[in-house]
């Protein structure tokens, strides 16, 4: 099987590498700058368990030049979707396969929601732009469950967690999810294949919409947010917003905040990814996060007070140091 990596970076590299290693795959890149040296200069690396693991690549500026994949995954942060997407055609043929490994709501969520309605989700596809350059049919649905950083261009860090759940977007079983749920299986992961990676999509989002903003605009790791009652009562007001979202959506959560925060804790003192981005001052990913459950929200004539005070003073924090378009 032929795989791209679209974006090497902690969660990319760490996806291409265990392929790599663990596969008969041929697993290339597209990279660019720091990134694509180090990957022609050393191959994909992988920190992990006390060794290190590498793997072959063919690495890459231009898509044109690696031609049709089998599997593309797409493992780039939110505001760069739209123009990886404007570069994706030499990738795709009809058979291909695109597994979007990133954070929060996807651009195709809304869709076969009538509720939503057809209409693009502007937070995360402004004019349907991204819908427009990637077919519906080729997308299958992912959610990754696993804690990576990158040291330096082209090596990844393994912290915690091996998850991934991959799906169908309109739900259901199909051959092509079991084949590429049985080909990261190979590679090492702890595969779902999920009848309902909406549901799955929606759960992981619920978990970590607040944590996410809320440790970037603080600084403080997980547990310190957790700790302050305040601020766990906050999180929790705005997660029952989202929870009375996901009913009217087909994406009942049956936890309670309180039970999910708990589960949060037990990871201990963490940096989320939002944080990490800050502090490396990368832009953030605020509105596949938050933005477009406000957007959902707003279509569903739903009031969330809570969630849009999150948006508001995350938005004005990135705003302030550059890290949010103005």
């Known amino acids: 099987m032929k795989v791209c990596i679209y974006g090497a970076g902690a969660i990319g590299g760490f996806i291409g590498t265990r392929l790599a ?6 697993v290339s890149a597209v990279a660019r700058g720091a990134t694509l040296q180090s990957l022609r200069a050393h191959g994909w690396r992988l920190q992990q368990g006390g060794q290190l693991i ?12 690696l031609g049709p994949q ?11 979707l739209a123009a990886v997407a404007d570069r994706l055609a030499p990738l795709l043929a009809p058979h ?21 309605g057809d209409a693009p989700l502007e937070s995360v596809d402004p004019g349907g732009r991204i819908a427009a350059k990637i077919p519906h049919q080729q997308v ?3 959610v990754v469950h696993a804690a990576t950083a990158s040291p330096e261009p082209g090596l990844v860090e393994h912290k915690m967690g091996r998850g991934l759940i991959v799906g169908e977007p309109g739900g259901g079983e199909s051959a092509r999810a079991k084949e590429i749920g049985a080909l990261l299986a190979q590679a090492g ?3 779902t294949v999920s009848a309902s990676v909406r549901q799955d999509i929606w759960y992981k989002l619920w978990g970590n919409m ?20 305040l601020l766990l009562t906050f999180c929790a007001n705005a997660m029952r917003e989202a929870s009375a979202i996901g009913e009217r959506i087909g994406c009942a959560i049956a936890q309670t905040p309180e039970d999910r925060q708990q589960v949060t804790r037990k990871l201990g003192a963490f940096k989320t990814s939002m944080l990490q981005d800050v502090e490396a001052g990368r832009g953030i990913e605020l509105d596949a996060l938050v933005g477009a ?27 302030v140091r550059g890290l949010y378009p103005q």
């Open 293 to 319: 459950v406000r957007e959902i929200a707003q279509r569903l004539g739903l009031a969330t007070p809570n969630i849009d005070a999150l948006l508001g003073m995350t938005r004005l924090f990135g705003r």
């Open 54 to 65: 590498t793997g072959a690549v063919h690495a890459s500026a231009d898509a044109a030049e």
């Open 210 to 229: 607040t944590m996410n903003p809320v440790s970037a605009i603080t600084g403080a790791t997980v547990d310190r947010v957790l700790d302050d009652p």
């Open 140 to 142: 299958l649905g992912c």
């Open 70 to 80: 089998d599997l593309v995954v797409i493992a780039v942060k939110g505001p760069a």
């Open 96 to 116: 291909t396969v695109v597994l979007p490994a990133m954070n929060g709501v996807p651009w195709w969520f809304g869709r076969g929601i009538a509720a939503i």
């Open 189 to 191: 992961f702890d595969v």
């Open 21 to 26: 290693a663990g596969t008969n795959a041929q």
